[in-house]
């Protein structure tokens, strides 16, 4: 099977979730003072709904998943939850050599989506007064973004989580892909993703200025998360989030290739439109941007939970939530806007859905809800190369908008 080629890892840079990229690299050594208790949060006893959907309902999800896998993604599974109700909905195949159906246990990368649990990480260290929005990045990192016009004391937390930092995303650096393309089984380090990669780059504008969607961000809120913790991004997600709401399906794999069983399979297009299995890769690359492996069942309980107020007081769900100027996804003007680690879709029935979607490599990812929780919607297809943006809002109008097509 031949290696991947750039163009398909560079893909999660475009945008939608701006989607992927990257993966769990080993967080560089860092002390800080030891964490509190574990939250002690438990599952709302309504995320066990019993199933239904009315039959318009269906169909009208049950053709975005058929368009899907026409335009060719080897399958495709979408669940909508509410309370007292969810409808697993899957078409295709997770694996073309087994033929096995995809579920909602089924795992996949989840890509940028990865960024909201992230970003929850970082405003609950904000509400215990532990990291503040205003801290620069070279108050907790000092010295690491400098340099070529670079400047770590300019840019802020809240800067990051919204990408407002002018830093250039490293997923475009040629270096890095075909670093990458050559050897995908590669372990790259946070630090060497900001340092060698990112800063190594002049800044696409000065911080504060203007938008981009940017997967360095994301690194060094990682990396931030290790300095005011002492622990790893990817401990800190799974102690304060993934155990406390039981997420049993969610985990971050490190520098692991393998995802685990059930699982959606990898597939890409090649130059002559034949559908190929990704090979397996390290995921390092993409770390706290992009890395995460998720369930359709776990990312509407997460979504479900965050929106309702159980993992961030008022007022920082509120900032949360809130959209940022200039902020547009798929490169030009439309329903898609940022927040801090979220995306908000406004859609053609005047419903407003907040959540975050994700491709990377053979695999494509969303997920929202509307504003009080109530009602959630999540999907994969593992084939990366039909159409985000018209899928994704196709989906969501099924799922919050009945009776719109």
Not at 118 to 135: H, P, S, W
Not at 156 to 173: A, C, E, Q, V, W
Not at 250 to 275: E, Q
Not at 284 to 304: E, H, K, M, Q, Y
Request: with cysteine; aromatic share 8%; glycine share 10%.
């Amino acid at each position: 099977m031949r290696p991947a080629r750039s163009p398909r890892l560079a893909r999660p840079c475009r945008l939608l979730a701006p989607a992927a990229a990257l993966a769990v690299a080993l967080p560089v050594s860092l002390t800080a003072p030891s964490p509190p208790p574990s939250p002690s949060l438990s599952p709302s006893p309504s995320l066990s709904p019993s199933p239904s959907l009315s039959p318009s309902e269906t169909r009208a999800l049950g053709a975005v998943l058929d368009r899907a896998v026409r335009e060719g993604s080897p399958g495709a599974v979408a669940q909508i939850w509410r309370p007292g109700h969810v409808t697993t909905l899957y078409r295709g195949f997770a694996d073309l050599r087994t033929r096995e159906r995809p579920g909602a246990d089924t795992h996949f990368r989840i890509g940028s989506t990865t960024k909201t649990f992230v970003a929850t990480v970082i405003l609950q260290l904000v509400a215990e007064g532990r990291l503040r929005l205003t801290d620069t990045v070279d108050r907790w990192l000092p010295g690491l973004v400098t340099g070529n016009g670079n400047d770590g004391r300019a840019i802020t937390i809240r800067m990051l989580l919204n990408h407002t930092s002018g830093l250039f995303n490293y997923t475009k650096d040629a270096r890095m892909l075909q670093r990458f393309e050559r050897h995908p089984l590669t372990t790259f380090t946070l630090q060497e993703l900001v340092r060698n990669y990112a800063v190594s780059h002049p800044p696409v504008f000065r911080p504060g200025t203007s938008w981009e969607y940017c997967n360095t961000n994301y690194v060094l809120l990682g990396m931030i998360i290790k300095r005011a913790t002492g622990q790893s991004y990817a401990d800190e997600i799974n102690r304060r989030i993934l155990r406390p709401l039981r997420l049993n399906g969610t985990y971050l794999p490190g520098t692991s290739p393998d995802v685990r069983s059930p699982f959606m399979r990898g597939y890409s297009k090649n130059d002559a439109g034949r559908i190929e299995q990704v090979p397996g890769f390290n995921p390092s690359w993409a770390g706290p941007a992009g890395a995460a492996i998720s369930t359709v069942a776990d990312l509407n309980r997460f979504d479900s939970e965050l929106l309702s107020g159980r993992l961030l007081p008022p007022a920082l769900l509120r900032e949360m939530l809130t959209p940022t100027p200039k902020s547009k996804l798929f490169s030009g003007k439309g329903p898609y806007r940022y927040g801090l680690g979220v995306i908000l879709l406004d859609l053609p029935c005047g419903v407003t859905v907040y959540g975050h979607g994700g491709t990377i490599m053979g695999s494509l990812t969303w997920v929202a809800g509307t504003r009080d929780g109530r009602r959630t919607m999540s999907f994969n297809f593992n084939g990366d190369k039909v159409d985000q943006g018209k899928l994704t809002t196709a989906a969501s109008t099924a799922a919050f908008c009945p009776g719109r097509r």
